[in-house]
């Protein structure tokens, strides 16, 4: 069973959008198609998109949410 970490946020705040992250680690139990790969990403950046989400900005984000999904 492989391991997944993603940034995932529970609640909005329009005064300091940083602090709603956090990182959660689940497990990846899916098996993959003979057509699929798997591909570790090493770094990943929060994307500005991601602050206007976590501040509660933009409409229809259902919580939790991840960041990143751009």
């Known amino acids: 069973m492989l391991k997944n970490r993603k940034i995932i946020f529970k609640y909005f705040n329009g ?3 940083k602090s ?3 990182i959660v680690t ?3 139990t ?3 198609d003979s ?3 798997l591909v570790k990403i090493s770094q ?3 994307h500005p998109c991601d602050l206007g989400c976590a ?3 933009v409409n229809g984000i259902i919580l939790p949410s991840g960041a990143g999904f751009e």
Request: charged residues 35%; glycine residues 4%.
């Open 35 to 37: 057509d699929e790969i």
């Open 44 to 46: 990943a950046m929060v």
């Open 20 to 22: 709603v992250f956090e």
């Open 15 to 17: 005064k300091n959008p």
């Open 26 to 28: 689940d497990s990846i």
């Open 55 to 57: 501040s509660g900005y």
């Open 30 to 32: 899916e098996e993959l």
